[in-house]
């Protein structure tokens, strides 16, 4: 199964809340620092799969957003 780049980031967003709890718990020092590790390297894979995503629009700055969308001059 591929994962696509927002999966990757809500995998990163759990690992560094979960280093956030457990630092807060007084957990020991070994596992905050792993997790912490590890949360950096998922940290830097998400940047990079969200990089070099394949996503296209046809959407352009004239479009404005998407829930206030203005009217287009023809």
């Not at 894979?45 to 998407?66: A, G, H, P």
């Amino acid at each position: 199964m591929k994962l696509s780049a927002i999966s990757w980031l809500v995998i990163t967003t759990h690992v560094l809340l979960t280093v956030t709890v457990f630092s807060v718990l007084e957990f020991s020092f070994n596992w905050v620092f792993y997790l912490t590790v590890l949360g950096q390297v998922f940290f830097i894979y998400t940047v990079y799969k969200i990089l070099t995503d394949t996503y296209t629009t046809d959407k352009t700055f004239n479009d404005f957003y998407e829930d206030s969308p203005i009217e287009k001059d023809e």
